[in-house]
């Protein structure tokens, strides 16, 4: 259940979360705000989706498997 609720912040953070901040100002790094807000959620995928890897037991099951077959 958790790692589904993790997997859908990217999804809801850029199409649910823009509408809420469609606006120029004020400016982030020199983005308007809404630029800065879906590059944030770009990143933020990124990070989210290692995160679900890594928590998800068929992957730990896979590179067990993965290991026993090298050694």
Known sequence: MLLRVLAA???IGILLGVP???RVEPLMLGMPFVLAWIVMWVVLSSI???IVYRLDSSNRQLAADGEEVSS
Request: no cysteine.
């Open 48 to 50: 989210i989706m290692a």
């Open 20 to 22: 809420f901040v469609n």
């Open 9 to 11: 912040l990217p999804f």
